[in-house]
């Protein structure tokens, strides 16, 4: 865990992060985006390597020779130290020398960050790629839905040392939406500047409370709206490749986890294909 102050007094209390890292270009990306929240709100940080026990065949058979149970160790050990090679690299290219150390964590991988998420502020990971270790690969979605934190999924390739203009918070007035804008309030707040975006129908109740609300909180907000006709994907992922915003909050699963897996749901959308971090709510 490390923690790493710069110059910027507040009176606001310390964020609590953590962060996974698989080896990935994503995870990569993840933990300088991590780095960079740390430099702007002097939050502590937790770095988390989850894998399962890299296992093709049980080697626990008695079929199995003890010499081949030696290179399957020896295979499984391989892949871990390359990964952690990896994040020593960018270790010291973040200059933070012995303040971030590595955990080591053997389970089912969406499970661990789960559960170890509950005792952080947000979970930071990487956006899934097709290409990573099937042993760490993460599901980003679910975590949020079984972990009841919020996740900020950060895509490979993110300069996360870019200028932050300002965020986007997609609402349609519901329960989701509600609790991905209270998890994303402090950073909304640092963006200080915040279009809504509602893509469809949204609940009746009227838009200004919500601009009020945002007002209160120090937070220039404006609204944008599209009617049903409009795809929410394609609507939201347009809107942010033209105006660049910084951030998208959304709130995830409104319906169950099953339609959204059956049908490619508009979470699954975004994620993969988004070219800004995304902070995700269930």
Known sequence: MYLLRFGRDTDMPMMNLLVAFNGSEGS????RYAASLSQRFGAHVTAILAHTGHEVIDKRS???PKEARALLDAANTGILREIEARFEVERKSLG???ALQLKEV???VDTVLSEAARHYDMLIVGARSETDDEHVTLNPDRIALLSGRPVIVVPAGYDAGATHSH????WDGGRA????LSDSLRLLEDAGRVSVLSVGPRTPWPIEDLMLHLSRHGVEATHHEWPKSHPVAETLLTWCDRHAPSLLVIGAYEHSKFREDFLGGMTSDILSR???PVLLSH
């Not at 990569?28 to 933990?31: F, G, I, N, Y």
């Not at 965020?167 to 997609?170: G, S």
């Not at 939406?177 to 991905?180: D, H, I, N, T």
């Open 177 to 180: 939406a509600a609790r991905a």
């Open 167 to 170: 965020a986007a918070l997609a």
């Open 106 to 108: 053997t389970g089912r």
């Open 62 to 64: 008695r079929w199995i």
């Open 274 to 276: 988004t070219t800004i």
């Open 28 to 31: 990569v990306s993840a933990l």
């Open 96 to 98: 933070l020398a012995n």
